[in-house]
C-alpha cells in the first residue's frame, strides 16, 4: 500500500505592525503550496508547522505542538531570542535577505556621503544666505568605521570602500575583508577608534555591548566626527550623545533606532539641531527578495538539510 503523500506546510504569520498582504502574494509566488494562517486565527495548532514572525507576544509559539522552525522578519532578534518568545528547543533563523542588505548600505551610503561632503554646513550656510564653498577631502582620505560585521555590517563596508573611502571594521571576533582593516575584541576598539571619523554602528544587541556608544566611545574618535546608528536604540546612551555634541567632540547624529520607539514627542533628538532622526525606516524587509529566503529555508527543512542563517543562542544573534 503506497504511503499517503506528505501533507503540505502549514506556516504561521505573526508579525505585529507589519501589512500582511504583500507578504501573502509572495510567499504564494515561491510556494504555491504553503499554507498560510494569520494570528490569532490559527485553526488547529497542532497543523503549524512553521512559524513567521515579528513583534510576536511571549507564550504564542509554546502551544504549537509540531512547530518545527521559526524564522525572523528582521535581521535583528533581540527582541524575540528570549525563551519565552521562542522556545529555546526550537531552530531560530534571522532574516538575510539581499534587499535588506540593499537597503542597509544605500541608507548607510547616503548618509556617510551626507557627512562627508559636509551637507550640515551647506544647509546651514543656505539658511544664513551665504555663498561659499567648503573644502572636502577625497574619499580616500576619509575613515569611515563600521561596527559589527555581519552580513549587514560587511556589505556595508565593503560598499563603502569601493567608494574610495578608508574603510576599517570591528567586531567581537577576528575578521580578514579585503580591502578593509579590521579590529576586534575590547583590545581593538581603541585602535578601531583612534581614527574613525564616521562611526556607523550595525552591531546586534547583546548584553556585551549594551550601551556601547558612550562618552568614552566618543571621546576616543577624533574630535568632530559623525555617528550613524543604524543597529538598536539600547546601543546608545542618549545623554552622553547629547553631551557630545554639546561639546563638539561629535558634529552631528543620524539615528534610525532608539530606546523606545515610537521616539516619544518630548525627546530632545526630536529638536536637536544636529541629530536626524529616522523612524526605525533605513532597511525595510521586502516582501519580494525576503519571503523566497524563507521558503528556502522551509524548503531546505522539509529536505533534511541544515538551515541557514540560525541564531546562536548564547551569543546572542
Request: glycine share 10%; proline share 9%; charged share 20%.
Amino acid at each position: 500500500m503506497a504511503a499517503a503523500p506528505a501533507r503540505p506546510p502549514v506556516l504561521l504569520w505573526a508579525c505585529l505592525d507589519t501589512p500582511p498582504e504583500p507578504w501573502r502574494a509572495a510567499f504564494a509566488a515561491a510556494m504555491p503550496e504553503l499554507e498560510i494562517r494569520m494570528w490569532p486565527q490559527i485553526g488547529a495548532a497542532e497543523d503549524i508547522t512553521y512559524a513567521f514572525v515579528w513583534k510576536v507576544a511571549p507564550g504564542v509559539l509554546a502551544g504549537l505542538p509540531n512547530l518545527q522552525a521559526v524564522f525572523s522578519l528582521g535581521a535583528g532578534v533581540d527582541r524575540i531570542i528570549s525563551p519565552d518568545v521562542v522556545p529555546p528547543h526550537l531552530p531560530l533563523v534571522r532574516m538575510v535577505d539581499p534587499g535588506l542588505k540593499d537597503g542597509m548600505s544605500e541608507f548607510v551610503l547616503m548618509q556617510t556621503l551626507y557627512y562627508h561632503r559636509d551637507m550640515p554646513a551647506y544647509a546651514t550656510q543656505q539658511a544664513r544666505r551665504e555663498w561659499r564653498e567648503r573644502d572636502v577631502p577625497l574619499a580616500r582620505h576619509r575613515t569611515v568605521g563600521v561596527m559589527g560585521l555581519g552580513e549587514l555590517g560587511r556589505t556595508c563596508a565593503e560598499k563603502l570602500a569601493q567608494m574610495g573611502f578608508a574603510v576599517r571594521g570591528w567586531a567581537r571576533s577576528a575578521h580578514d575583508i579585503p580591502g578593509l582593516t579590521c579590529f576586534h575584541g575590547a583590545e581593538g576598539l581603541g585602535a578601531f577608534l583612534a581614527e574613525t571619523e564616521i562611526l556607523v554602528c550595525l552591531l546586534p544587541l547583546t548584553p556585551d555591548n549594551r550601551g556601547i556608544l558612550n562618552a568614552e566611545t566618543f571621546s576616543r574618535m577624533p574630535r568632530g566626527g559623525f555617528l550613524i546608528n543604524v543597529a538598536r536604540g539600547g546601543h546608545l546612551v542618549d545623554g552622553d550623545l547629547l553631551a557630545a555634541l554639546e561639546s563638539g567632540q561629535i558634529a552631528g547624529a543620524t539615528l534610525d533606532v532608539f530606546q523606545v520607539e515610537p521616539l516619544p514627542a518630548a525627546h530632545p533628538f526630536w529638536s536637536h539641531p544636529r541629530i536626524i532622526v529616522m523612524p526605525h525606516a533605513s532597511a525595510p524587509t521586502y516582501p519580494e527578495t525576503a519571503a523566497p529566503t524563507v521558503i528556502e529555508g522551509i524548503r531546505r527543512h522539509q529536505a533534511g538539510l541544515p538551515l541557514l542563517n540560525l541564531v546562536d543562542r548564547g551569543a546572542g544573534y
